[in-house]
T-cell receptor, first 117, second 110 residues
Framework: GAVVSQHPSRVICKSGTSVKIECRSLDFQATTMFWYRQFPKKSLMLMATSNEGSKATYEQGVEKDKFLINHASLTLSTLTVTSAHPEDSSFYIC?????????????FGSGTRLTVV | RKEVEQDPGPFNVPEGATVAFNCTYSNSASQSFFWYRQDCRKEPKLLMSVYSSGNEDGRFTAQLNRASQYISLLIRDSKLSDSATYLCVVGSGNTGKLIFGQGTTLQVKP
């Protein structure tokens, strides 16, 4: 149980274009999902908390107009990197946790490796 | 000061060795503690939760010292397959946020 699916796993895009990343909880519902970014040899950094039916909460220093988050249902959150630039190239990972049951730690999607050229 | 600090290593050990990783956290209000394992270019996977009483799962033992805000992970009888980066992760009780340490890299050699 507690499977999180993330798509796409890898994307290469041109500078100035937008990229959408999907995060789905396959066998559970989640009112909250989290989006992280990880640069090479660095730790995962929380970018924002995605809240179903309401606005996302962004961490300090993360531009909400650049990283658009939509959490329209209890099983899907999307992150759109708008007007991507090479410095946005990174590993983006989402996580979620079931609404009910014992908390065993968040389950992560398999990540999306974004390369902006 | 980082919220969660780990020695990045790398730790290079022979098969069969015992190795210990340490981690400190700065927020005394933290309520949940985990060790995650991350393989190269993959997502983190939960290795074990950490409880105040200490807990063991096979060759892995985790300890939490709330007074010192210190977490440890002990790996006994290291296997080649244990080679990975081990992430110390601390959770806030009311927000659900997870704060990740930089990770400690372990390389087990034959």
């Amino acid at each position: 149980g507690a499977v999180v699916s993330q798509h796409p796993s890898r994307v290469i895009c041109k500078s100035g274009t937008s990229v959408k990343i999907e995060c789905r909880s396959l066998d559970f519902q989640a009112t909250t999902m989290f989006w992280y970014r990880q640069f090479p040899k660095k730790s995962l950094m929380l970018m924002a908390t995605s809240n179903e039916g309401s606005k996302a909460t962004y961490e300090q220093g993360v531009e909400k107009d650049k990283f658009l988050i939509n959490h329209a249902s209890l099983t899907l959150s999307t992150l759109t990197v708008t007007s991507a630039h090479p410095e946005d190239s990174s590993f983006y990972i989402c996580s979620a946790n079931p609404l009910t049951g014992v908390f065993y730690g968040y389950t992560f999607g398999s990540g999306t490796r974004l390369t902006v050229v | 000061r980082k919220e969660v600090e780990q020695d990045p290593g790398p730790f290079n050990v022979p098969e069969g060795a015992t190795v210990a990783f340490n981690c400190t956290y700065s927020n005394s209000a933290s309520q949940s503690f985990f060790w995650y394992r991350q393989d190269c270019r993959k997502e983190p996977k939960l290795l074990m939760s950490v409880y105040s009483s200490g807990n063991e799962d096979g060759r892995f033992t985790a300890q939490l010292n709330r007074a010192s805000q210190y977490i440890s992970l002990l790996i006994r009888d290291s296997k080649l397959s244990d080679s990975a980066t081990y992430l110390c992760v601390v959770g806030s009780g009311n927000t659900g946020k997870l704060i990740f340490g930089q990770g400690t890299t372990l390389q087990v050699k034959p």
